[in-house]
């Protein structure tokens, strides 16, 4: 129950009700310094979770029932047993993204595009820009406290650590000795957090699909180089991605950012038939 409830709230995505700790206009981009939001967001958050609309309330359902679907039953879940096939099917050695230079170079350029943004709102008297980039690192610094207390609680086994086989150990040695393998993956919660952010301000919609779909394959990757199960990765995206939308929503200055529908990526599994994917829906031209 705790693990789905816990899921819930990593899937949580824009909530429009006013917020329940502080007045709003008082903690938004123009009024608060980044720290004090970034503490404030940790306790509003999850009290606007009963503030949901039904169609939040879906895709948290939605988000949910996949995340259990592929991680249960313990020890013998669906998502383990995809790994496996997966690994079979590649076979080993391969190629692989997330090396540690891998993982160096990958946010390092993430980190330089950011940076990069921010002084050429600054240079260009842009401060639109470098509001973005100042509620990405907001989105991305509370997502990631959310990812890290999800971790040590669940204490479950990453593909390659552990027992492989994605026992959840739960709170305790067992999950610290593992740190930092484990769900929700950090690497799907920063990037969709990020993602998150930028959507919200990026007013071309090919540079909107094209993020996503970015991220999409970032996401992927995580999987084919053993690093993550599709759980963890589903997880961390819906976290991070839910953490964006509500920070854009409650801290951004009113008019400037926006909610846009380009694209929308929905977890399916099957357990029955013992299998599962991503769904991707664009909107019709017509």
Not at 232 to 253: C, I, K, N, P
Request: charged share 15%; with cysteine.
């Amino acid at each position: 129950m705790s693990l789905l409830a816990a899921a819930s709230l990593a899937a949580m995505v824009n909530s429009s009700a006013s917020p329940s700790l502080t007045a709003e206009d008082a903690l938004r981009y123009d009024a608060a310094w980044l720290p004090q939001r970034v503490l404030c967001d940790l306790g509003q958050l999850p009290l606007d979770v009963g503030q949901l609309d039904s169609g939040e309330a879906a895709f948290i359902a939605l988000t949910t029932y996949s995340v259990a679907a592929l991680m249960l039953p313990d020890s013998h879940s669906l998502d383990a047993r995809m790994q496996r096939t997966l690994n079979a099917d590649l076979g080993q050695p391969r190629f692989k993204v997330w090396t540690r230079t891998g993982d160096l170079l990958i946010w390092s350029g993430i980190a330089g595009a950011m940076v990069g943004q921010w002084l050429y709102g600054f240079v260009f008297e842009q401060p639109v820009r470098m509001q973005m980039v100042s509620l990405m690192i907001e989105a991305l610094a509370v997502a990631q406290l959310y990812h890290l207390a999800l971790k040590l609680v669940t204490g479950r086994d990453g593909p390659d650590n552990g027992t492989g086989a994605g026992v959840i150990g739960g709170p305790g040695v067992r999950a610290w000795r593992q740190f930092p393998a484990g769900t929700p993956s950090g690497h799907a919660t920063s990037a969709y957090a990020l993602l998150g952010v930028a959507v919200s301000f990026i007013e071309q919609p090919w540079a909107r699909v094209a993020l996503h779909l970015g991220a999409l394959a970032f996401s992927v990757s995580l999987v084919v180089d053993n690093y993550h199960f599709v759980s963890d990765v589903l997880w961390g995206a819906a976290l991070g991605y839910g953490v964006a939308r509500w920070v854009v929503r409650r801290r951004s200055t009113p008019g400037v950012a926006h909610w846009y529908d380009d694209v929308a990526v929905v977890p399916l599994v099957d357990p029955w038939r013992q299998g599962g994917g991503i769904g991707i829906f664009f909107p019709s031209p017509i």
